[in-house]
């Protein structure tokens, strides 16, 4: 069992950089792809990065790519989300996820959640 706890959200403007990190607990962090999801009012949750275990390979969806970088750090257990030049669009909750998925895009493979982190980006 994993537990996951984000951290970082908060309240910016249009073109500011927020970093978010998800810290884990309660099982092999370093054997899990590590991945970022959003989820915005009335909308779906949607995929926006994955780093996985082994060689840290990230994957990003296509609306954050160049501006959005994630990493991790296996001796802290923790995973991180640097989030640059921010747009209104990118308002949501952040959830971070645990999967043994190498690629994984859809939430129903992922196996560990945390409660989520608000980021909200005023224009």
């Known amino acids: 069992q994993v537990q996951l706890v984000e951290s970082g959200g908060g309240l910016v403007q249009a073109g500011d950089s927020l970093r978010l990190s998800c810290a884990a607990s309660?099982?092999?962090?370093?054997?899990?792809?590590m991945g970022w999801f959003r989820q915005a009012p009335g909308k779906q949750r949607e995929f926006v990065a994955q780093i996985t275990a082994t060689f840290g390979t990230p994957y990003y969806a296509a609306s954050v790519t160049g501006r959005f970088t994630i990493s991790r750090d296996n001796a802290k257990n923790t995973v991180y989300l640097q989030m640059n030049s921010l747009k209104p669009e990118d308002t949501a909750v952040y959830s971070c996820?645990?999967?043994?998925?190498?690629?994984?895009?859809?939430?129903?493979?992922?196996?560990?959640w945390g409660q989520g982190t608000q980021v909200t980006v005023s224009s």
């Open positions: 309660g099982g092999a962090f370093s054997s899990y792809a």
């Open positions: 996820a645990a999967t043994f998925t190498v690629g994984a895009t859809s939430p129903v493979a992922y196996n560990y």
